[in-house]
């Protein structure tokens, strides 16, 4: 058996599309939501844990990619380096737990560690490198 925890992004002309359904009932696969949001591009974002025979969870994520979901491993931590942080805040915007918020007192950003699922969303937008996943 395999288990594994992933991030899956949807467009969202496929937001009605049920795809857990397909990936339990076709692969036989035990699937448990961990986080599940509309991102505020109008982005479906699904964290899953899921578990079965190794063959089955390939296809299943094979199935997924031929639908055009996008999936990515969740990764152990990040890292947020606040001297290089700005404040932007498009963290802010794309991450599904807030764990990064504002601060409306001081319009600066904050990280809420423990409400961080290490979904890993976060870093590549981040203009200034100021996450790094840690492995
Ligand atoms: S995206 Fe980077 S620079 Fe912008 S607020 Fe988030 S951590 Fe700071
Ligand atoms: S990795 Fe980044 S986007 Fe994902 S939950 Fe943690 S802070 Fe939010």
Sequence with gaps: MTKKRIVLRFPNDLLEKP????????????????????TPREEGLLVLAIEGERKNVEAGLEYLKNIGVQTQPL???INWDSTRCTHCTACVTVCPTNA???DRNTMRVEFDRNKCIACGLCVDICPYHALEIIV
Excluded: G, P, Q
Aim: glycine residues 0%; charged residues 30%; without cysteine.
């Design 19 to 38: 795809v857990t359904y397909h990936l339990i009932r076709d692969f036989d696969l035990v699937v448990n939501i961990l986080k599940a949001k509309i």
């Design 75 to 77: 990764i152990e931590d």
């Design 100 to 102: 990064f918020r504002i």
